[in-house]
């Protein structure tokens, strides 16, 4: 029988872990399906309804909460809500897929717990507070404000990064997604 796994990328946002994520993604060995999370935030850029996340509106995605459906969920910034739906991992491992996640170190360390033998909790380092400003700002996607928000959440959630059962530094990211590939693979294969 199919043994599904959980494979969780967790990390302040500017971290690189999207681009390793998707890098991910496309190793055809490693047999992975993206988990679309639900959101509340306002789409950005180019992003796809369905690919990107399952954009809902703050009332709907509150519905969602009452009825149980989410294996987790977070307010991770103030009004913004993401969360795991329970169909999707269902959705994943019907089709004989490894459910990869990127998502925030709150919401990764819950689904460890939850699973914790089926799980690999990653978390992604930042080379420094400095640097992730920088990138951040680079990206463009988000108002000063919205950046000075995600900077502040960062120092505690790379507080957390001990609870991780692994750690990878992203200051070259192609030796990051290197050390990611290895990472995933072994743990798939054990
Ligand atoms: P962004 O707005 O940049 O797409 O995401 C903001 C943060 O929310 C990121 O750290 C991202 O990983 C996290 N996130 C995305 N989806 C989920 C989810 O389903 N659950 C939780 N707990 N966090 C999520």
């Given at each position: 029988?199919?043994?599904?796994?959980?494979i969780v990328f967790s990390a302040?946002?500017?971290?690189?872990?999207?681009?390793?994520?998707?890098?991910?993604?496309?190793?055809?060995?490693?047999?992975?399906?993206?988990?679309?999370?639900?959101?509340?935030?306002?789409?950005?850029?180019?992003?796809?309804?369905?690919?990107?996340?399952?954009?809902?509106?703050?009332?709907?995605?509150?519905?969602?909460?009452?009825?149980?459906?989410?294996?987790?969920?977070?307010?991770?910034?103030?009004?913004?809500?993401?969360?795991?739906?329970?169909?999707?991992?269902?959705?994943?491992?019907?089709?004989?897929?490894?459910?990869?996640?990127?998502?925030?170190?709150?919401?990764?360390?819950?689904?460890?717990?939850?699973?914790?033998?089926?799980?690999?909790?990653?978390?992604i380092k930042p080379p420094s507070?400095?640097?992730?400003?920088?990138?951040?700002?680079?990206?463009?996607?988000?108002?000063?404000?919205?950046?000075?928000?995600?900077?502040?959440?960062?120092?505690?959630?790379?507080?957390?990064?001990p609870l991780f059962d692994c750690?990878?530094?992203?200051?070259?990211?192609?030796?990051?997604?290197?050390?990611?590939?290895?990472?995933?693979?072994?743990?798939?294969?054990?």
């Amino acid at each position: 029988m199919f043994n599904g796994k959980l494979i969780v990328f967790s990390a302040p946002s500017g971290s690189g872990k999207t681009t390793i994520v998707k890098h991910l993604l496309t190793q055809k060995e490693l047999n992975l399906a993206f988990s679309i999370s639900a959101t509340s935030r306002e789409k950005r850029g180019e992003e796809i309804d369905g690919k990107d996340y399952y954009f809902l509106s703050t009332k709907d995605f509150k519905k969602h909460i009452k009825a149980g459906d989410f294996l987790e969920w977070e307010e991770v910034y103030r009004d913004n809500f993401y969360g795991t739906l329970k169909t999707e991992v269902e959705r994943i491992w019907a089709m004989g897929k490894h459910v990869i996640f990127d998502i925030d170190v709150s919401g990764g360390l819950r689904i460890k717990k939850k699973f914790p033998e089926k799980t690999l909790a990653v978390f992604i380092k930042p080379p420094s507070i400095d640097e992730l400003k920088i990138r951040l700002k680079k990206r463009k996607t988000e108002s000063e404000d919205k950046i000075n928000m995600r900077i502040s959440k960062a120092s505690a959630e790379l507080a957390t990064a001990p609870l991780f059962d692994c750690i990878i530094e992203n200051e070259i990211l192609e030796k990051a997604k290197k050390n990611a590939h290895t990472k995933v693979l072994k743990f798939i294969e054990s």
